[in-house]
């Protein structure tokens, strides 16, 4: 059964390390599918849109997303080592996170990434995302790279507005 994990927030040292390679065989085991379905629950719990394994004080290269809209390409997924394939354009967004709470920022990040890794079968998967699924990608990754969008944001401030509130508490990019 999954069950809801603790968010780690900016400060704690877990949040700055490059997070470990997930070796392929371990996918498999027991105790990492219940951390992926951990992952699921403690991210629409919080709720958010995405969700690194760093924050729930792991340090592997995993992340789970849902955008919770109608699109099925945009989740519900797990990305096993994830890396970036292809990053093209800019955008500028306003962006929360789960592990910064209350508080936002504006960024650039790529406008269209196309994303591959492992699945949580190990099967190889490949997400292309443009817009707000992009950058939520990308905010994920850098989790995984002990980068927090605080670190790449300008202009970084307590929610006041109705937008920055529902940025900030989707914990993710709007």
Known sequence: MA???SIIT???????????????KEIHDPLFQQLIDDM????YDAPG???????????KRLFTVDLHDDDPAHGPF??????FERTEGEIES???????????GEITRFESVVVTGLDRDGAKIQLEGTGLFATCLQHEIDHLNGVLYVDRAKNVRKARTEEEVAAAESAGPL
Do not use: W
Request: charged letters at 20%; hydrophobic letters at 45%.
């Open 78 to 83: 797990v990305v096993v080592n994830p890396k």
């Open 40 to 43: 699921f629950v403690t991210m």
């Open 10 to 24: 900016d400060g704690h040292p877990t949040l700055r390390k490059v997070a470990k390679k997930v070796d392929a």
């Open 3 to 5: 069950y809801v994990r």
């Open 49 to 59: 849109i995405g969700l690194a394994a760093p924050q729930v004080n792991v340090s």
């Open 94 to 104: 306003l962006e929360g996170c789960l592990s910064v709470p209350g508080y936002v």
